[in-house]
């Protein structure tokens, strides 16, 4: 079965500085694995994705994530925070690796960024 | 742009109503899914479908069903709402191609409270 873990429900950092979301991954199958993001009263957009591909995935507003097979973890990154980052994001792994699959999402993890 | 709609963004309902949330995507998707969102909690996997009159159920089914009678809208019944679903539910979909698996489109969401 699959599943997700992330480390921390809130994670705080000062503008400019390092963002770090750690998310561990269980999978009887090579996953394929997902970062989200919500902003306040918004749905789920997409941030990034693994897809068993190159294992360092950049995505959409200056986040990576690498994927470490040895450390079943798949951590989010940002070298400097913004104060638009502030928001909740899910690390997320496919239930069954094929098209279409639902998603089993972490319990998600807070950032906040203060100036 | 991709839109995933849900019909009502707030709704107050008692205990014991039959509840209807409405969910519209106007991108040809194959696959949609209801979630919940309860803090702490994450998104937890309701119902999903593959296809027209198709349902399998996520990991937490139990007091809910769903309908999807044409492509494009896939409704989550609360046959008789309890306290205990009051919730944030979001509706997704994605495409059933392989490339993009995994891929969900959100809607903002539909937060029920039921008294």
């Known amino acids: 079965a699959q599943s997700v873990t992330q480390l921390g429900s809130h994670v705080s950092v000062s503008e400019g500085a390092l963002v770090l979301l750690r998310c561990n991954y269980s999978s009887s199958v090579p996953p394929y694995l997902f970062w989200y993001v919500q902003y306040p009263n918004q749905g789920l957009q997409l941030l990034l994705k693994?897809?068993?591909?190159?294992?360092l995935v950049k995505g959409i507003n200056g986040f990576e994530a690498e994927f470490k097979k040895s450390e079943t973890s798949f951590h989010l990154t940002k070298p400097s925070a913004h104060m638009s980052d502030a928001a909740e994001y899910f690390c997320?792994?496919?239930?069954?690796?094929?098209?279409?699959?639902?998603?089993?999402f972490g319990k998600g993890t807070t950032l906040s960024v203060s100036s | 742009d991709v839109k995933v709609t849900q019909s009502s963004r707030y709704l107050v309902k008692r205990t014991g109503e039959k509840v209807f949330l409405e969910c519209v995507q106007d991108?040809?998707?194959?696959?949609m899914f209801w979630y919940r969102q309860d803090p702490g909690l994450g998104l937890r996997l309701i119902y999903f479908?593959?296809?027209?009159?198709?349902?399998e159920k996520g990991d937490i089914p139990e007091g809910y069903s769903v309908s999807r009678e044409k492509k494009e809208r896939f409704s989550l019944i609360l046959e008789s709402a309890s306290t205990n679903q009051t919730s944030m539910y979001l509706c997704?979909?994605?495409?059933?191609?392989?490339?993009?698996?995994?891929?969900?489109?959100f809607g903002e969401g539909s937060r029920l409270t039921v008294l």
């Open positions: 997704a979909g994605t495409s059933g191609r392989s490339e993009v698996a995994g891929e969900l489109f």
């Open positions: 693994y897809t068993s591909a190159a294992t």
């Open positions: 997320a792994v496919t239930k069954r690796p094929q098209a279409g699959t639902a998603l089993i």
């Open positions: 991108m040809d998707h194959e696959n």
């Open positions: 479908s593959y296809d027209v009159k198709m349902k």
